[in-house]
């Protein structure tokens, strides 16, 4: 079945530090990929997304790319800010299925500290 | 900015009793989805239901989880019998007509506690 692996957390960092969170998946077909993020006391939003190979997604700094030969999806951002503080969920949703069920990862908690 | 929202935020409920988790999705989304995360682990899928009926089921939604969309508006998620394993966080999402981007939105979740 479907899968999908995030680095283990939490992660601590300084502010307008580098950030990457890993992410790898297994799925069959050709699923598309997504990151959510999760503020305190919040439900999930949609940060980015990238349906097919080769394909970067990018929102408010954070960037990922689906690579389909390391089945890899790993988010980065350039200089994290303390609102960046939040839990980060990697997904996918195995293309073509009608019903669109996401498979998440196990979440990474950012802190970034002023 | 239309929203997904969830009630009640939290409920505590002893072993045994029946719950229902409310959840009104975004209105003209036709795809409407349950997931849980149980405390320091990952969310997971538990239905989904399209065109007034489950197209999709985890392991986990056995006979005790039922979903229904009783009014057009509302889409509920009951738990007949609650066992202390259902502790969790409950999430509720929708989605847009397929052919569109397949884009989740989740209310801000029901916190579950069963003592």
């Known amino acids: 079945g479907n899968s999908v692996t995030q680095m283990e957390g939490p992660v601590t960092l300084s502010e307008e530090a580098f950030l990457t969170i890993n992410c790898t998946y297994t799925?069959?077909?050709?699923?598309?990929l997504f990151w959510y993020v999760q503020y305190p006391g919040e439900g999930l939003q949609l940060l980015l997304k990238a349906t097919k190979a080769d394909d970067k997604g990018s929102n408010k700094g954070f960037e990922a790319t689906y690579r389909k030969e390391t089945t890899s999806f790993h988010l980065e951002k350039g200089s994290v800010q303390v609102s960046d503080s939040a839990v980060y969920f990697c997904a996918l949703n195995e293309g073509g299925t009608s019903y669109g069920k996401l498979t998440f990862g196990q979440g990474t908690i950012l802190t970034v500290h002023p | 900015e239309p929203e997904v929202t969830q009630t009640p935020s939290h409920q505590v409920t002893q072993m045994g009793q029946e719950v229902i988790l409310r959840c009104v999705p975004i209105?003209?989304?036709?795809?409407f989805y349950w997931y849980r995360q149980i405390l320091g682990q990952k969310v997971e899928f538990l239905v989904s239901f399209y065109n007034n009926e489950i197209s999709e089921k985890s392991e986990i939604f056995d006979d005790q989880f039922s979903v229904e969309r009783p009014d057009g508006s509302n889409f509920t998620l009951k738990i007949r019998s609650t066992k202390l394993e259902d502790s969790a966080m409950y999430f509720c999402?929708?989605?847009?007509?397929?052919?569109?981007?397949?884009?989740?939105?989740f209310g801000p979740g029901t916190r579950l506690t069963v003592l």
């Open positions: 999402a929708s989605r847009a007509p397929r052919g569109s981007y397949n884009e989740q939105f």
């Open positions: 799925a069959t077909g050709y699923p598309s």
């Open positions: 209105s003209n989304h036709l795809y």
